[in-house]
């Protein structure tokens, strides 16, 4: 991998737990991610006339993506609620990929190598030293639910992104009007559970949930195109220092509680990921 792709993927990591940490930072989470979803979305649609339309079986690999990113924004959203960013990112992000990896195992006859392993039982014991360290630490526990809960979800989505991508053959045009049924979906559930009032947010809140959208796109399109320039494993990898940034982005900009314990296991949960990813 070159240096400046490194340097471009290393940013996108900064800008993913940016996004999070934009949403984290706001006195309501599910508006935050409604506003972020809806900005997304309006991009999307721009997107949209600059590639061909699905066609057939493409449609329900693309409904069903739209479905689990609203259910996994749902999630972390709720989780966001009750727990600080550098409690609630590591235990989100980091679950996920193991996850992908033991559904591959089952359910998509992959192949696993002995690092692998070793990778699985790393994120897992990271992630349970994260875990603990709300019950130490006088957190609300209704966080661990929330997060493992956006971990399931973003598992979901990101093998059903894979393999509907695959079956589209152009990942933009995927990418598009994932991003748009999202948008619908989480639209018509705000709006079920929530009426009209949040999309009368004020012109702050709607300018911090579409720059919190734009670092979200961003982030996304860094990822594509280094995956272009460099291997694909590496790319994904060099992604996973996201929770070291969460971590010192909770803690050093938005002052939440601090402690060797959650910095060490945000580490080991990096190790984890990196090793299954490599």
Known sequence: ?????????????????????????????????????????????????????PEGIVWVWLLGSGLLHTIYKLFLSAAYQHGDLSRVYPIARGAAPM?????????????????????????????????????????????????????????????????GARVAMDATMFTAWLFIFDAMFFSMYSFWSRGTAPFKASPRAWGIGAFAGVLSLATYWIAVWAMTVAPIAL?????????????????VILKEKTSVGKFVAALVIVAGIVIIRL
């Open 1 to 53: 991998m070159e240096f400046h792709v490194f340097l471009a993927v290393l940013f996108a990591a900064v800008l993913h737990a940016g996004w999070n940490a934009v949403i984290r930072s706001g006195d309501d989470r599910f508006l935050g991610m409604l506003l972020l979803t809806t900005t997304q979305g309006a991009m999307a649609v721009v997107m949209a006339f600059f590639v061909p339309l």
């Open 235 to 251: 790319v994904a990898a060099v992604r996973e220092t996201s929770v070291l940034f969460a971590v010192i982005i909770g803690v």
């Open 99 to 163: 996850m992908v990896v033991l559904v591959g195992i089952f359910l998509l006859s992959d192949t696993i190598e002995a690092k692998e392993y070793f990778g699985i039982g790393l994120i897992g014991a990271g992630v349970m030293m994260m875990a603990r360290g709300v019950f130490s630490s006088g957190e609300s526990r209704r966080l661990l639910p929330m997060a493992l809960g956006s971990a399931v979800f973003t598992a979901g989505y990101s093998i059903v992104d894979g393999l």
